[in-house]
C-alpha cells in the first residue's frame, strides 16, 4: 500500500522560501506522475504542479516563475520549491500519486494522498 508524507510546511515571511518534501513509500515511485495541491480556507483544493515519470512538469499560472517541483527517484521524493511567497499562497499543501506517469491538472487523475503541511505567508 502506497503511502505519502509531506514536511517542510511553516510560517514565512512575504518574499520568502519554502521547500516541502513528499517521501513515498510503497509501490514503485518512478513510474507514477506526482502532483502538488493546496487547500485555503473557505477554498476548494486546487492543482499546483505536477511532475511525470519522464519530468515534464506543469504549473498554475500564479505560481509560474516562483515555484518548482522537482523528484529525487532514488529518495522516492518529490519537492516543490517556494520562492517569493505571497500571502495568498497560504494553504495546507497536499502532495498526490497520478494513476500513471503522464500527470494532470485534475485531482480526480491522483489516487493516493498525503495528509498535508500547513504553509502561512503572513505579510
Known amino acids: 500500500q502506497a503511502h505519502l508524507v509531506e514536511s517542510g510546511g511553516g510560517l514565512v515571511q512575504a518574499g520568502g522560501s519554502l521547500r516541502l518534501s513528499c517521501a513515498a513509500s510503497?509501490?514503485?515511485?518512478?513510474?507514477?506522475?506526482m502532483g502538488w495541491f493546496r487547500q485555503a480556507p473557505g477554498k476548494e483544493r486546487e492543482f499546483v504542479a505536477a511532475?511525470?515519470?519522464?519530468?515534464?512538469?506543469t504549473y498554475r499560472n500564479s505560481v509560474k516563475g516562483r515555484f518548482t517541483i522537482s523528484r529525487d527517484t532514488a529518495k522516492n521524493t518529490v519537492y516543490l520549491q517556494m520562492n517569493s511567497l505571497k500571502p495568498e499562497d497560504t494553504a495546507v499543501y497536499y502532495c498526490?500519486?497520478?494513476?500513471?506517469?503522464?500527470?494532470?491538472?485534475?485531482?480526480?487523475?491522483?489516487?493516493?494522498w498525503g495528509q498535508g503541511t500547513q504553509v502561512t505567508v503572513s505579510s
Open positions: 498526490a500519486r497520478g494513476s500513471d506517469g503522464d500527470g494532470s491538472t485534475w485531482s480526480g487523475y491522483y489516487n493516493i
Open positions: 511532475i511525470s515519470a519522464t519530468g515534464d512538469n
Open positions: 510503497g509501490g514503485t515511485f518512478s513510474l507514477y506522475a
